[in-house]
């Protein structure tokens, strides 16, 4: 149980153009869904924090108006990332979390999109 | 507020000695606290979760961590590494309530040598 996929798995795009990341709790549903990115060799930065048919919170210092997250249903969330640049290049992981499930607060995670913006 | 940090960046290991990464956190609450792992270009994978109950956790693949809340730590163990074991390793701490936000440490490169 508790399964979340992440669709695509890797992208590469054109300097410009956007990208949408899909994320979803398979055998769950997920009142709360996270967007961390990763830089190589580094720990994962939380962007954004979305609950179901609410705004997202992002973390200070990331850009509302380039990472357009979507939290429409329960089991998906999505993360569009606008007007792509090369320095937007990263893997990015989604996680998911059921308010009150087991008694305590886990997040269970993706398998991560690598993006590639040339 | 809460942080965890993790002590070591790199540890080297023989194939078949014991396993140690260090974790320590600071929390204001009763803190949530996980070790993950990630293989390259992988997703995190649970190895073992502190929730409050027990204090020695034991994990998957014979990992295991004890919480100590006068040491504010959180090490994880293994008695006896192997090769597949190679990968990079994340505490996390979270509080048990409220925002569910994780913090995760830097991270500990764990190399197994043959």
């Known amino acids: 149980g508790a399964v979340v996929s992440q669709h695509p798995s890797w992208v590469i795009c054109k300097s410009g153009t956007s990208v949408k990341i899909e994320c979803r709790s398979l055998?769950?549903?997920?009142?709360?869904m996270f967007w961390y990115r990763q830089f190589p060799k580094q720990s994962l930065m939380l962007m954004a924090t979305?609950?179901?048919?609410?705004?997202?919170?992002?973390e200070q210092g990331v850009e509302k108006d380039k990472f357009l997250i979507n939290h429409a249903s329960l089991t998906l969330s999505t993360l569009t990332v606008t007007s792509a640049h090369p320095e937007d290049s990263s893997f990015y992981i989604c996680?998911?979390?059921?308010?009150?499930?087991?008694?305590?607060?886990?997040?269970?995670f993706g398998p991560g999109t690598r993006l590639t913006v040339l | 507020a809460q942080s965890v940090t993790q002590l070591d960046s790199h540890v080297s290991v023989s194939e078949g000695t014991p396993v140690l990464l260090r974790c320590n956190y600071s929390?204001?609450?009763?803190?949530?606290l996980f070790w993950y792992v990630q293989h390259p270009n992988k997703g995190l994978q649970l190895l073992l979760k502190?929730?409050?109950?027990?204090?020695l956790v034991k994990g998957i693949n014979g990992f295991e961590a004890e919480f100590k809340k006068s040491e504010t730590s959180f090490h994880l163990t293994k008695p006896s590494a192997h090769m597949s074991d190679a990968a990079e390793y994340f505490c996390?701490?979270?509080?048990?309530?409220?925002?569910?936000?994780?913090?995760f440490g830097t991270g500990t490169r764990l190399k197994v040598l043959a």
């Open positions: 996680s998911a979390s059921s308010s009150g499930a087991n008694g305590y607060n886990e997040q269970f």
């Open positions: 055998d769950f549903q997920a009142t709360t």
């Open positions: 979305s609950n179901e048919g609410s705004k997202a919170t992002y």
């Open positions: 929390s204001s609450y009763s803190p949530s």
């Open positions: 502190y929730t409050s109950a027990a204090t």
């Open positions: 996390v701490v979270s509080p048990l309530t409220g925002t569910y936000k994780y913090i």
